[in-house]
Structure formats: structure tokens, C-alpha cells
């Protein structure tokens, strides 16, 4: 790596994840997640940047609403870390998250969020 390649990026601020209904996406984040509402605030006329976050993640995911081309409800590559899949697993489905019956799970390793839950999540 030279000098012309070197920036003083220090880790990944947001990502937005497009969703039909910010008002029900942040209800899902907040409410059946458990994210901490980091931001909610008004920018030009009728718009709001909404950013959602676990609590203590340096990350956030901000609730954009959805514009032509731009669907609601696409993959976004985002996965979520735990300590206790098995015991979030069983959480979020008894609070009624469409989760899968199954966690995923890569090598010894396992998300709490299966597909379709992060499915559920992005198409709000």
C-alpha cells in the first residue's frame, strides 16, 4: 500500500437499508429487535433520516424510504453478531419475528437473524 492509497477512513458510520414504511420498519428495529433509535430527525420538506442501532454497535442502520429503482424488501448483506444465537433465536421468534425454524449456520458460527427475518426487516 502506497501514500496515494492510504485514507483516514475509520470504520463503516452507516448503511441504509430502503423499506417502505419508515414509521413500521422502526417499530421492528426498535420494538421486536431491540435497537436503540440513534436518530430521527426531519430534512426538507416531509422527509425524515431515522438511524437504528444495537446498543453499544458503532454502525447504524438508517431506514430510507424506498425511490424509483430502489425497491423495499432486496438483500442487503447485512448480518448481525451474538453472543447466544440459540437463546436470541428463540426470542425473536417468540415475540413473533418471521425467523426461520433453523439458524443459520457456517462452520461453528451461526446468525440470530436468519434470512428471513432480515427479509422481514428490509421490506417494512
Known amino acids: 500500500m502506497n501514500q496515494q492509497t ?3 477512513i475509520t470504520h463503516v458510520h ?3 437499508v430502503p423499506v417502505t414504511e419508515q414509521e413500521r420498519a422502526l417499530e421492528f428495529y426498535v420494538g421486536k429487535l431491540g435497537f436503540e433509535k440513534r436518530m430521527d430527525a426531519s430534512f426538507g420538506p416531509g422527509q425524515r433520516w431515522i438511524e437504528v442501532a444495537p446498543t453499544g454497535a458503532m454502525t ?3 431506514l430510507v424510504p424506498t425511490r424509483e429503482g430502489v425497491p423495499a424488501g432486496v438483500e442487503t ?8 444465537a440459540e437463546a436470541d433465536h428463540a426470542n425473536l421468534r417468540a415475540r413473533g419475528v418471521d425467523a426461520d425454524p433453523e439458524i443459520m449456520r ?5 446468525h440470530p437473524c436468519s434470512t428471513s427475518a432480515t427479509r422481514t426487516a ?3
Open 106 to 110: 457456517f462452520g461453528g458460527a451461526c
Open 60 to 62: 447504524t442502520i438508517a
Open 77 to 84: 448483506g447485512i448480518r448481525l453478531l451474538t453472543d447466544d
Open 6 to 8: 492510504v485514507t483516514r
Open 122 to 124: 428490509t421490506a417494512l
Open 14 to 16: 452507516t448503511v441504509g
